[in-house]
Nanobody, 126 residues
Framework: QVQLVESGGGLVQAGGSLRLSCAAS????????MGWFRQAPGKEREFVAT????????SYADFVKGRFTISRDGAKNTVYLQMNVLKPEDTAVYYC???????????????????WGQGTQVTVSS
């Protein structure tokens, strides 16, 4: 089992940047593919980005391509989401998630992940 704790959210003006971090407990961090999702008020939780266990493969939702970058640091058991050129529509609670090798479901779907963090609020003002 792994515990995930997100940090780095906050209030930023449109066009600005934030870097979210997700610290994972345990010594098996490299056993998990990691993902970021977000949920805006009144909307369903949606996929943002994912990174493979080794960090060699990433995938993004179309609405963040070219603006967001997901990365991971195995030495720190941490996955990051660098968010640039933020827009008001990026306002949401951002969640970190971990996916085991045996987990079914798609990498870009909620059911594809075993463990979730508590979320961190990102607010982008216009």
């Amino acid at each position: 089992q792994v515990q995930l704790v997100e940090s780095g959210g906050g209030l930023v003006q449109a066009g600005g940047s934030l870097r979210l971090s997700c610290a994972a407990s345990g010594r098996t961090f490299t056993s998990y593919a990691m993902g970021w999702f977000r949920q805006a008020p009144g909307k369903e939780r949606e996929f943002v980005a994912t990174i493979s266990r080794t960090g060699g493969s990433t995938s993004y939702a179309d609405f963040v391509k070219g603006r967001f970058t997901i990365s991971r640091d195995g030495a720190k058991n941490t996955v990051y989401l660098q968010m640039n050129v933020l827009k008001p529509e990026d306002t949401a609670v951002y969640y970190c998630a971990a996916r085991t090798l045996t987990r079914g479901g798609n990498y870009n779907a909620i059911e594809g992940y075993n463990y979730w963090g508590q979320g961190t609020q990102v607010t982008v003002s216009s």
